[in-house]
């Protein structure tokens, strides 16, 4: 697949190293305007660091993390929404008041009436003045998803949406994140779901120990892997230091 220059997000010979272990290789890839991207690897792959380095929370140790040609600035004219892995909620305040907060902050319009639509979307309408540590790992999930969407965000990256989540909340979060696309969101998508990415995702990456080991469409990468499923790859790609082991034993 070739690099494109012109891409929403350019990343050109991305490296990054802390003290002296290597996350980062030599990683190159770009992401077009209004696509889903998929960002899969296994855990300590380097997917966490490459969304932290492309938003500035990280300095890389070489190399270019470009959105819109530009290094990222918080505050900045780029509206991004980020659902990191790690969750971070105002735990002992109730869930509408938590949601006006954050939409306060992003000045959102109508800030009240959409977080009341968006509750009543995800069945939480009846939780409004709920304490956030009153509700299931679940529900806070969808309230944290709700906060990282309020604003339309042209950029949305989400590290593991659906995790916690039953069939029935999976779907209806992939139903979420078709209307975003729909709306012209570029998408970043962190999961280990390969079902969600065959169905979701326009461009893919495979991670593992910081390089790039399958990289373009989904038909693309299921092709050079003699057309096996994305979940046979992922297992093929991080079994293979398992089979060297046993065959140098």
């Known amino acids: ?13 991305f490296k990054m190293s802390f003290a002296d272990k290597v996350v980062i290789k030599d990683l190159s890839f770009s992401v077009e305007k209004g696509e889903i ?3 899969l690897g296994s855990n300590g792959s380097g997917k966490t660091t490459t969304i932290r380095a492309l938003l500035n929370l990280y300095q890389p140790t070489g190399g270019k993390l470009l959105i819109n040609g530009q290094p990222f600035k918080a505050g900045g004219d780029i509206k991004v929404g980020y659902l990191p892995e790690e969750r971070g ?9 938590v949601m006006l ?12 009436e959409w ?3 968006y509750l009543k979307r995800v069945g939480l309408e009846d939780h409004a003045r709920t304490k956030i540590n009153k509700l299931s790992q679940g529900q806070q999930q969808k309230i944290q998803l709700g ?20 069939p029935v909340n999976r779907r209806l979060l992939m139903e979420i994140i078709d209307e975003l696309h729909q709306k012209g ?19 893919i990456l495979l991670l593992k120990d910081g390089v790039a080991r399958a990289y373009g469409s ?32």
């Open 1 to 13: 697949m070739q690099h494109n220059k012109t891409a929403f997000i350019d990343v050109k010979h």
């Open 37 to 39: 991207f998929g960002l």
């Open 89 to 97: 909620l105002y735990k002992k305040e109730s869930v509408l008041d």
């Open 101 to 112: 907060y954050f939409a306060h902050l992003k000045d959102l319009k109508n800030a009240k």
């Open 115 to 117: 977080c009341l639509n």
């Open 147 to 166: 906060i990282t969407l309020m604003n339309d965000p042209e950029l949305l990256i989400l590290d593991e949406p659906t995790k916690g989540f039953d």
């Open 185 to 203: 969101s570029t998408i970043i998508m962190i999961t280990h779901y390969m079902d969600e990415v065959e169905r979701l995702c326009d461009h």
């Open 218 to 249: 989904v038909a693309e990468v299921r092709k050079s892997f003699g057309n096996k499923s994305l979940d046979q790859i992922f297992v093929d790609v991080y079994g293979e230091k398992e089979e060297e082991e046993l065959k140098n034993a």
